[in-house]
């Protein structure tokens, strides 16, 4: 009997190990610092590609998971000549925010954490 208990206990703690040890992917939302609103094309690694559009001033859209990998981000904003661009790499557990920088000449900032 004694021996079916310490069995179980091990493979409850076994269980619990692995699930606590699980990496998520990567998340990225983008955030509209300018007056415009901006469409977001969003480029990863595996050759997929996510567009955000319509995102209004002010406005932080909601996350969206990918792939781990090189991400160029490429920002069309309403009214400008200008098409900012960013790369960075997105790695598991992070959370990223492509931010649409207010100021004379458009800018993306790209801000992570966990």
Known sequence: ????????????????????????????????????????QIKTTGGNTININDVTAGQTTTYQSVAEGNVTVTAVIQNESVSPTASFFAAKDIHNTIVILAGDIPTIRVDQEN
């Open 1 to 40: 009997m004694n021996k079916i208990m310490v069995s179980i206990l091990c493979l409850t703690f076994l269980f619990s190990i692995m699930n606590c040890s699980s990496e998520t992917d990567p998340n990225i939302r983008v955030r509209n610092e300018r007056v415009d609103k901006a469409n977001v």
